[in-house]
């Protein structure tokens, strides 16, 4: 009997240990190195956190900038801002799914290792229902050693049990039975999202985009909870508790301004500039937000720094022609964003874009954000 279950034994531990080689073989995130595919496209795309950190351990001294914040700040190409910024080198550290535990620890690390000048960071206001630190990660998601100083022994070893899952995408990727063509791959180099084929298909039809793309055509709040929650769950966005309803929503509230303010601390011990902004969520995605937690969440935010909110239901955000779908704005509106915060003359922006939000007009800016809410919503025959 203690042969057999020595031989047991052995058979398994041998099995993990073929298993952890393949894993490591395949790389499915690239953490390894991807030796086997070399497929940096799509390690640096599944695996954000981890490959941009490693590129800019080689690359800093070349910008002096940051933009940070989740996938919805992946359309501002650098260049963009930088116009506006005389002097500054820009790199966009979006990391999808980011909360501000992210953006914290991505603004930390940046300012402790690299000379910076200025931090943009945007707020998405879906910070009200999440905040994910390193315990609640995933393989896709987990902070790089260096940003989260992990052991770096517990940060690898993960990696070689990352389930068939992984392993059969990056296999398809590698053999193309996945195509890449049509990915919104990462601009190694910039850190921002390329979002060249879906452009390509709007200039061809943008009528037909939009007919075809279901996240502008959710009947109920509860069919938009469900889209979310399968979304969020198939592109690793960890929002899960976008799932349930109600005031609890918004216990994440102090987690995310904590962090806010630790962000404005450092910034201003480090006398970094930082520019805060929130994000133009799209109407259909406005329509989950319980108004009170919103306006918590705005209120809250001003006594963190001054900021630009270019959130709420305006001529952008109500019309779905500047999104993709309805999470992630186009590059169009980029312009549009910056040409408010700089005053940019030249740029037609609409008039009811972008506030700039102190504590001396905070309440102002409630009271008219409160009736805005009301009165889109009456009219659109949704709860408010």
Request: proline residues 3%; glycine residues 4%.
């Amino acid at each position: 009997m203690n042969n057999f279950k020595l031989w047991i034994l052995a058979v398994i531990g041998m099995t993990a240990v073929i298993y952890s080689a393949i894993a490591a073989i395949i790389d499915p995130l690239g953490v390894f190195g991807d030796k086997l595919f070399n497929m940096r496209k799509i390690s640096m795309l599944t695996n954000q956190r981890f490959h941009k950190i490693e590129y800019l351990e080689k690359n800093f001294r070349q910008y002096n900038s940051y933009l940070i914040g989740g996938s919805r700040t992946a359309a501002i190409n650098p260049e963009w801002i930088e116009k506006y910024i005389p002097g500054s080198e820009f790199y966009n550290l979006f990391v999808s799914a980011a909360t501000e535990y992210d953006n914290l620890n991505h603004v930390r690390y940046v300012l402790e290792n690299y000379i910076v000048r200025n931090i943009v960071v945007q707020v998405h206001m879906n910070d009200l229902y999440s905040y994910f630190d390193l315990g609640d990660s995933t393989l896709t998601t987990t902070p790089h050693y260096k940003v989260s100083g992990e052991n770096i022994l517990q940060f690898y070893l993960p990696y070689l049990s990352p389930g068939g899952e992984l392993l059969a995408k990056k296999l398809k990727y590698a053999l193309g039975i996945h195509k890449t063509d049509n990915l919104k791959t990462v601009v190694e180099e910039t850190g921002e999202r390329s979002y060249r084929y879906e452009e390509k298909l709007i200039t061809e039809d943008h009528e037909k985009y939009m007919a075809n793309e279901k996240t502008f055509h959710i009947q109920n709040e509860k069919a938009k909870l469900r889209l979310l929650t399968k979304v969020a769950r198939e592109t690793s966005d960890i929002t899960k508790l976008f799932a349930q309803k109600g005031k609890a929503w918004g216990i994440k509230l102090k987690e995310n301004i904590a962090s806010l303010q630790e962000i404005r601390r450092i910034c201003d011990e480090k006398k970094v500039r930082l520019i805060l902004l929130t994000m133009p969520h799209n109407q259909e995605m406005m329509d989950i937000f319980d108004a009170e937690d919103y306006l918590a969440f705005i209120r809250e935010l001003s006594g963190v720094a001054p900021f630009w909110d270019f959130s709420g239901y305006n001529s952008i955000t109500t019309d779905n022609r500047n999104y993709y779908e309805w999470s992630h704005y186009r590059i169009t509106v980029v312009k549009y964003i910056l040409a408010r915060m700089f005053a940019d003359p030249s740029v037609d922006v609409p008039e009811d874009f972008g506030v700039f939000v102190t504590q001396e007009n905070i309440e102002d800016h409630i009271v008219h954000l409160r009736r805005n809410i009301l009165s889109h919503r009456e009219n659109a025959g949704l709860p408010k």
